[in-house]
């Protein structure tokens, strides 16, 4: 692999660990993803020269001491790690250290082992706990020296604590970072229960209660009702009116009388109505009972959320976190702010701890304060968004409700399926018909446009939709340039006044050739956006797109799956193929959630001397405790070095030491229910894009037509780094690859030598998009930025 260059050793040698020791806990509540975080700090501080220490059972370990609860970490003692729930080196309430004793204790049982680097990983009172910790510090020494306890050097040689912060919570309740470790695993327990509880209550055309944790935070209750379309949802943060009881049978009655066999109504633990009093799973259901006579069940989730293997997202977004935690703690000074590490849009970033457990308290006192609207605001734009698309999809108007815009829009999917494509159209259907406008469906792509395979889709015929994988409409390939002139007469015909396209690289090659024959067909003069979905995530424009993340889950459960199909047998290394055509986005960020040793991709030119160097790397690494490998190749990323070539290399190279299996996931990649992410992500983008339609149809609508002929009115929506940003897609032609249909930059690539250093390889990590405190107000409500921009 990449050696170092000049200055990426200057970068390490300035922050060298040598002679440092580092403790790394989890406190409070667990998480999924917390395993994945303690890994990720214990081989970063040993790649950089540390020593690191397992503190067991958070700070009860850290007062108590002794051999076992403070234990110095190996690379092999955190192997087989990543893929485990809860966590492995236990969590516990503890009392004792919120005493001033308790904390002496501590202070000298860490003195004892010289460690002065703290990594906590808790919710906001685990770390407010470590900030106070890291103020009494030099206190507590000297009265450890007063009681004979240390000596004066140590005072000097200890003087100073530092700590930082990683959040692990599954309520998602923490100011300041877009999602918290476990979040998005708790999601994925919540939807995987929905939808097995929608077979069964269509079957009997039930009522559903569900109550999911969040006793002071909506977040689980309010992104779960997005993703799986539910009728209703009640959270702490947003009360209902008086007189929501007949509001919501009013709403569940007309749901069935549409036809639909099924009422889902989601209920946060801590859902409360506007005079304080407790909305529980069983009043919801006594209610419906009682006014509706509905089947009714209540399910109560608790600590299933909590439990099971941490999502392919909260792996990588733990590992992430745990390696800028170390770089955080070998750069702070004594006068550096404790900092907690947090997730803004893709960016890793750093913020102090205490700004953001200010404003975290802030949302508690608003809420207790009866103040709703000011708690929503200060949970975030990513919360504030969330609820404005829930509200938004959730409640049909009567029609005489509906603004009259007299616009036609057209909606289809272009290129290969994508899971959570389902859920994008059916937001722009929805969000479509409350603007007031006509809402057509093609089939089959821009080869169901020019065949005439194009009807009106109603409110009711997308219920359900979100949970489908695939494309329920129907998807094809095939470009527009050959049949431009059938495609227009359609238009023509059907009086389209704007197009939603919803697709990969064909997709916006789709694009601008229609663009193109704006010059010879009026009918195209009509605004035109593409929402990115495609699993490969190859889109120029956009750092994510719909349907790469469920693929991503696809590829990690399989890894795991594999890797688990070694245990107890003898030593092996697995070769995986993934998907990706020229990009190597799944090969690379799948081999960092699944913990592959290795991941070849086009993007990074690789060798028989690479090759070469990495099984001699894992012939090393098996030789000693260490019994699996994991290597992840992209489908296209050589066309000498296959997936035989490579496989049979390995075997002849390893063998008496280790033996070698292949897979080839294939198109396993694309199939199944979308993940929470992709669901809500193409529910967003696509409530998004849709408003911008209805803004641009009315910018552009003069003598009775609407007419758009400039290049801002045909745009790619993408998410760039902290934002969803409408592109003109004339401008991202520079971007672009089209040869190998990838764009020209690629921000994973920073993530790579991430992997690299967790698989024990000598690599340069360029730390240039972190490394700078930031101001939490800036991230939770920025002055200019659209507050729907968050995801």
């Not at 609860?69 to 236990?90: D, H």
């Not at 308290?361 to 000011?374: N, S």
């Not at 694009?511 to 704006?518: G, K, S």
């Not at 998009?769 to 968050?790: C, T, Y």
């Amino acid at each position: 692999m990449a050696q170092p260059d000049n200055q990426s050793k200057r970068f390490f040698e300035s922050l060298s660990g040598a002679g440092k020791s580092i403790a790394v806990l989890t406190s409070g509540g667990d998480a999924q993803g917390m395993n994945a975080a303690v890994r990720a700090v214990v081989r970063m501080g040993i790649y950089v020269g540390a020593k690191v220490y397992f503190i067991r059972e958070g700070y009860q370990g850290m007062v108590d001491g002794g051999e076992e609860n403070i234990k110095e970490a190996s690379w092999e003692s955190v192997s087989s790690m990543l893929q485990m729930g809860g966590t492995v080196i236990g969590s516990a309430r503890c009392k004792e250290f919120r005493s001033h004793e308790g904390r002496l204790k501590a202070a000298h049982n860490l003195v004892q082992r010289g460690i002065t680097n703290l990594c906590v990983i808790g919710g906001d009172g685990s770390l407010t706990g470590a900030n106070l910790f890291r103020e009494e510090w030099s206190g507590l020494l000297e009265e450890l020296v007063q009681q004979g306890l240390v000596d004066e050097d140590a005072v000097q040689k200890y003087s100073a604590l530092h700590i930082v912060g990683m959040v692990g919570s599954i309520d998602n309740d923490f100011c300041g970072t877009d999602m918290t470790i476990g979040t998005d695993s708790a999601l994925h327990r919540i939807i995987e229960v929905v939808d097995a509880i929608m077979t069964t209550a269509q079957s009997h055309q039930r009522t559903f209660v569900l109550e999911v944790m969040g006793r002071h935070c909506g977040y689980l209750a309010l992104v779960s009702a997005l993703a799986c379309g539910a009728d209703w949802v009640l959270i702490p943060e947003m009360p209902p009116e008086d007189g929501w009881e007949e509001k919501m049978c009013q709403k569940l009655s007309a749901t069935r009388s549409r036809g639909s066999r099924l009422n889902i109504i989601i209920v946060a633990e801590g859902a409360i109505d506007r005079h304080g009093k407790a909305i529980t799973g069983s009043v919801v259901k006594d209610l419906v009972v009682r006014c509706l006579g509905f089947d009714t069940r209540v399910t109560i989730l608790g600590h299933v959320q909590r439990g099971g293997t941490p999502s392919a997202f909260d792996r990588i977004l733990a590992s992430r976190m745990g390696v800028e935690a170390v770089i955080a703690l070998l750069e702070t000074t004594a006068n550096t702010p404790a900092c907690v590490v947090s997730l803004c849009g893709n960016q890793a970033v750093r913020l102090p701890l205490m700004e953001c457990v200010q404003m975290t308290q802030e949302v508690q006192k608003a809420m207790d304060e009866k103040k709703f609207e000011e708690a929503v605001k200060l949970r975030g734009r990513s919360f504030e968004n969330n609820l404005r698309t829930y509200k938004l999809l959730a409640h049909r108007k009567l029609e005489s409700e509906l603004p009259h815009s007299n616009f036609n829009i057209a909606v289809l999917n272009v290129g290969a399926p994508a899971a959570g494509m389902n859920a994008a159209v059916r937001s722009a259907v929805r969000v479509g018909i409350s603007e007031g406008h006509k809402m057509f469906a093609v089939n089959d792509g821009f080869e169901g446009f020019y065949k005439g395979q194009i009807k009106e889709i109603k409110w009711a015929d997308v219920g359900g939709w979100t949970g489908q994988g695939g494309s329920l409409l129907g998807t094809k390939r095939t470009l527009p340039a050959k049949h431009v002139e059938k495609i227009a007469e359609q238009m023509r015909a059907h009086n389209i006044n704007a197009l939603l396209v919803i697709g990969g690289f064909e997709a916006y090659l789709g694009l601008m050739e229609l663009l193109e024959a704006r010059g010879k067909y009026d009918e195209f003069c009509v605004p035109m956006v593409m929402v990115p979905a495609t699993v490969s995530n190859n889109v120029p424009g956009s750092d994510l797109s719909i349907g790469a993340d469920t693929a991503l889950n696809a590829i990690t459960d399989t890894c795991d799956r594999i890797k688990q199909s070694a245990s107890g047998t003898k030593r092996r290394v697995f070769i995986i193929e993934t998907m990706g055509g020229y990009c190597g986005y799944l090969a690379s960020v799948g081999g960092l959630a699944a913990g592959a040793d290795a991941a070849y991709i086009y993007e990074e030119p690789f060798d028989i001397r690479d090759l070469q160097s990495n099984v001699e790397h894992l012939t090393e690494k098996m030789k000693g405790a260490i019994q699996r490998g994991l290597v992840l190749r992209n489908e296209n990323s050589n066309e000498n070095y296959t997936t035989d070539f490579i496989y049979q290399l390995y075997s002849e190279e390893g063998r008496g030491v280790f033996d070698c299996r292949k897979n080839v996931l294939g198109h396993m990649q694309q199939g199944g229910a979308p993940s929470p992410f992709d669901r809500n992500f193409g529910t967003k983008i696509s409530a998004k894009a849709m408003l911008w339609l209805t803004k641009k149809m009315n910018e552009t609508f003069r003598q009775g037509r609407v007419f758009a002929n400039t290049e801002d009115t045909c745009c790619l929506l993408g998410m760039r780094r902290r934002a969803l940003v409408f592109q003109p897609v004339v401008q991202l032609k520079d971007e672009t690859d089209f040869v190998h249909r990838i764009p020209k930059e690629q921000w994973w690539l920073k993530l790579r030598p991430l992997m690299k250093i967790l698989a024990k390889y000598k690599t340069s990590y360029d730390v240039s998009d972190s490394g700078q405190l930031e101001h939490v107000v800036r991230n939770i409500r920025p002055k200019e930025s659209d507050p729907s921009g968050a995801m």
